[in-house]
C-alpha cells in the first residue's frame, strides 16, 4: 500500500542544478530510513544518500559536497538537492523507504524512478 512519487528529474547541463521530491503516502516520520539512488542501463543500482529518522544522513563519495538530502515530514517529502551537476550523474532515480516493525521484519519500498540528464 505504501507508494512513493519522485519528481524533479529533467535535463541539464553541467554545472546546474536539480531539486528532486519523494512524497510518500505515509507518515515519514515513522520511516527508519529514507534514501535515494541512482542506476543507469547495464549498471547496478547504487546509492546516492540516505537520511535516517533522526536526521543521520549517509552520502556517496561521488556526491559528497554536491548533493544534500533532507525531509519536510508534515509533507511527507524527502527531497535531493543536487548542485554541480556533471555527466555522470545521468541516471534513473530512485527514492527509497525502510523500516522495521515491532516484529523485527523489514519494509523496504520503491518509486518508480525520475530521470536526470546531464550534457556536457
Known amino acids: 500500500q505504501v507508494q512513493l512519487v519522485e519528481s524533479g528529474g529533467g535535463l541539464v547541463q553541467a554545472g546546474e542544478s536539480l531539486r528532486l521530491s519523494c512524497v510518500v503516502s505515509?507518515?515519514?516520520?515513522?520511516?527508519?530510513?529514507m534514501g535515494w539512488y541512482r542506476q543507469v542501463p547495464g549498471k547496478q543500482r547504487d546509492l546516492v544518500a540516505t537520511?535516517?529518522?533522526?536526521?543521520?544522513?549517509n552520502y556517496a563519495d561521488s556526491v559528497k559536497g554536491r548533493f544534500a538530502i533532507s525531509r519536510d515530514n508534515p509533507e511527507n517529502t524527502v527531497y535531493l538537492q543536487m548542485n554541480s551537476l556533471k555527466p555522470e550523474d545521468t541516471a534513473v532515480y530512485y527514492c527509497?523507504?525502510?523500516?522495521?516493525?515491532?516484529?523485527?521484519?523489514?519494509?523496504?519500498?520503491w518509486g518508480q524512478g525520475t530521470q536526470v540528464t546531464v550534457s556536457s
Open positions: 527509497k523507504a525502510i523500516w522495521r516493525d515491532t516484529r523485527l521484519l523489514t519494509y523496504q519500498y
Open positions: 537520511i535516517t529518522r533522526d536526521g543521520d544522513t
Open positions: 505515509v507518515k515519514i516520520g515513522s520511516i527508519d530510513r
